[in-house]
């Protein structure tokens, strides 16, 4: 299994600031991954895959990077609406999720 | 626009069966262009993927190998939905289960249902 691994747990940040959020796979997977916002009490949202390619609606100061195991999410001047959890999931060897980055106001 | 929508028991004794049903809007369930999948989010933690489907590829339903054993995702044309059995809950299963989709013929799921939540226990 392809055990994918988040970091910060928790983001502490103000509005206006940049938030970089990591994920590293155990072994290469590629660009096969994609992150997720989920706010509280809703679905999970795609906002990339294929690593760096954004999802429809999603607003350009999201941007994502990386490749083989180095993944990451960032956001470059946060809106009050992306305090959330961010995901991140691998698809080259069926599907796994890391555990997960709440970015939270500080 | 695909549209799905989740539904089933929201209570399953352990030891029980919990079986879900997910209904597609908006697309066909027989069509190549979608694969189909069922996560899951036990209460406060991350999400897991349970199974998933797909008219794209032949060999599937594929599984989660941890849940394998007790897990089946299959489909009802008739109806363009697709339904999840889970064999012998225990506690453990307790989460929110999603139905989502993936419409641009990949792997990531760009479509999700709303979540239902299912509770084992006695």
């Known amino acids: 299994e392809v055990v994918m691994t988040q970091s910060p747990a928790t983001l502490s940040l103000s509005p206006g600031e940049r938030a970089t959020l990591s994920c590293r796979a155990s072994q290469s997977v590629n660009r096969d991954v994609a992150w997720y916002q ?8 795609l906002l990339f895959y294929g690593a760096s390619t954004r999802a429809s609606g999603i607003p350009a100061r999201f941007s ?41 106001v500080k | 626009q695909l549209h799905l929508q989740e539904s089933g028991p929201g209570l ?9 049903t997910c209904r597609v809007s908006g697309g066909s369930i027989t ?5 189909w999948g069922w996560i899951r989010q036990p209460p406060g933690k991350g999400l897991e993927w349970i199974g998933s489907t ?19 995702v299959s489909e009802d044309t ?21 139905c989502a989709a993936s419409s641009r013929g990949g792997w990531e799921f760009d479509y999700w249902g709303q979540g239902t939540l299912v509770t084992a226990s006695s």
């Open chain 2, 54 to 72: 797909t008219m794209s590829y032949s060999g599937g339903p594929y599984y989660n190998p941890s849940l394998k054993s007790r897990a089946t």
């Open chain 1, 38 to 45: 989920q706010r509280p009490g809703q679905a999970p949202r």
């Open chain 2, 31 to 35: 069509s190549s262009n979608y694969y």
């Open chain 1, 64 to 104: 994502g990077s990386g490749s083989g195991t180095e993944f990451t999410l960032t956001i470059s001047s946060l809106q009050s609406e992306d305090f959330a959890v961010y995901y991140c999931q691998q698809y080259t060897y069926w599907h796994t999720f890391g555990q997960g980055t709440k970015l939270e």
């Open chain 2, 78 to 98: 008739s109806k363009n939905q697709f339904s999840l059995k889970l064999t012998s809950v225990t506690a453990a299963d307790t989460a929110v289960y999603y």
């Open chain 2, 12 to 20: 399953v004794k352990p030891s029980e069966t919990l079986s879900l």
